[in-house]
């Protein structure tokens, strides 16, 4: 469970006094001072060190995620083995995806592969800017056609029949990952056995 004081009048002090969110949705679409204001006062920056859980299934979903610094990855579980469905990097906003903005528990995990920084969004206030302000519509909408592409993207990676090509594609879409995430971790993604990954590795 994540405690904050949303009073904090400090709590931007290391981000140059305003949350770094406000500079990811104003690349999508200008915003209002009120709708700044709110973001101010109910997100608030959290860390988690390397290979902590953001989210477990013992957790009640109730926040999105920033990640200012770090990657996080996505998982299920099926009996003992651990399904990576997705990983992210700094500048990408993260949650649960069964119950994307709804307050409620999950199966999902979402575990820190480096030490992050990330801003926490509650769903509570995602709503009240859905519902009470057009330019958050705009910026959300903005914001979902790029996560539906990406998630096409995994969707056709894992559609390609060939190992390698699977591989080589991921190399393609996710340039800036393979040096920071462990093996396991990619094989796991790509539906690829550690050993196979290793063999392919070392061909390429």
Not at 65 to 74: A, E, M, N, S, Y
Not at 115 to 133: K, M
Request: charge should be neutral; glycine fraction near 2%.
């Amino acid at each position: 469970m994540i405690a904050v004081n949303l009073s904090d009048d400090n709590k931007w002090k290391q981000y140059k006094n305003f949350s770094p969110l406000i500079s990811i949705f104003k690349k999508f679409h200008p915003l209002n001072d009120e709708i700044e204001r709110r973001i101010n006062q109910y997100t608030f920056p959290v860390s988690y060190r390397k290979n902590k859980y953001l989210i477990s299934p013992v957790d009640r979903n109730q926040y999105l995620f920033l990640i200012v610094k770090g990657i996080v990855r996505g998982f299920t579980k099926d009996g003992n083995s651990e399904v990576t469905t997705w990983i992210a990097k700094e500048d990408e906003i993260v949650g649960t995806i069964r119950n994307f903005l709804a307050e409620s528990d999950s199966d999902e995990y979402l575990q820190a592969l480096e030490d992050v920084d990330l801003i926490a969004i509650p769903h509570v206030l995602s709503e009240y800017l859905y519902e009470n302000f057009t330019e958050a519509n705009i910026v959300g909408r903005k914001m979902i056609e790029l996560y539906y592409r990406s998630a096409e993207e995994r969707a056709y990676l894992c559609r390609i029949s060939s190992a390698e090509k699977r591989y080589e594609r991921f190399l393609v879409s996710f340039p800036d990952l393979i040096n920071r995430v462990p093996l396991k971790h990619i094989a796991s993604f790509l539906a690829i056995r550690l050993e196979t990954l290793s063999r392919i590795r070392a061909k390429i």
